[in-house]
């Protein structure tokens, strides 16, 4: 049985919120070692680890969803071609899934808003 239409803004905010949270881990990794992140820190991790708690702090309450994910959807993509891409082709094999995932999945959220469980929705915004 097919989940009906009148779910869809509902489970748009479902999954903007279990991957704001699970990019906003990644943040945290980085800037407070809760999990301890495995790699030395650099200066560009330092400010994508501000991007990730911060944006994706927002993207949890859905504040600022169009242009908090358009952000992020690049700084994903900045990502996978700095760090993935020169190992390779094919994400699987450089280790990039998650950075592709992340920016389609932010640029989808770019496009679609923050879905019905939002900041964005209770300020009148689409």
Same mark, same amino acid.
């Given at each position: 049985?097919?989940?009906?239409?009148? /779910? &869809?803004?509902?489970?748009? &905010?479902?999954?903007?919120?279990? +991957? =704001?949270?699970?990019? #906003? &881990? *990644?943040?945290? &990794?980085?800037?407070?070692?809760?999990? %301890? #992140?495995?790699? @030395?820190?650099? @200066?560009?991790?330092?400010?994508?680890?501000?991007?990730? !708690?911060?944006?994706?702090?927002?993207?949890?309450?859905?504040?600022?969803?169009?242009?908090?994910?358009? +952000?992020?959807?690049?700084?994903?993509?900045? =990502?996978?071609?700095?760090? *993935?891409?020169?190992?390779? %082709? #094919?994400?699987?094999?450089?280790?990039?899934? =998650? =950075?592709?995932?992340?920016?389609? !999945? #932010?640029?989808?959220?770019?496009?679609?808003?923050?879905?019905? /469980?939002?900041?964005?929705?209770?300020?009148?915004?689409?």
């Amino acid at each position: 049985m097919p989940i009906p239409a009148t /779910w &869809s803004a509902r489970l748009l &905010s479902v999954m903007r919120i279990v +991957v =704001a949270l699970v990019f #906003f &881990s *990644h943040g945290v &990794s980085k800037l407070f070692g809760l999990p %301890p #992140f495995p790699y @030395p820190m650099t @200066p560009l991790l330092y400010v994508a680890g501000v991007l990730e !708690v911060v944006g994706g702090g927002l993207l949890i309450v859905g504040l600022f969803t169009r242009p908090v994910a358009f +952000v992020l959807s690049g700084m994903s993509a900045i =990502a996978y071609f700095l760090d *993935h891409a020169p190992q390779g %082709p #094919f994400p699987i094999a450089n280790g990039g899934e =998650a =950075a592709v995932l992340y920016c389609f !999945v #932010f640029l989808y959220l770019a496009a679609a808003g923050g879905g019905a /469980w939002s900041v964005d929705a209770g300020r009148g915004q689409r």
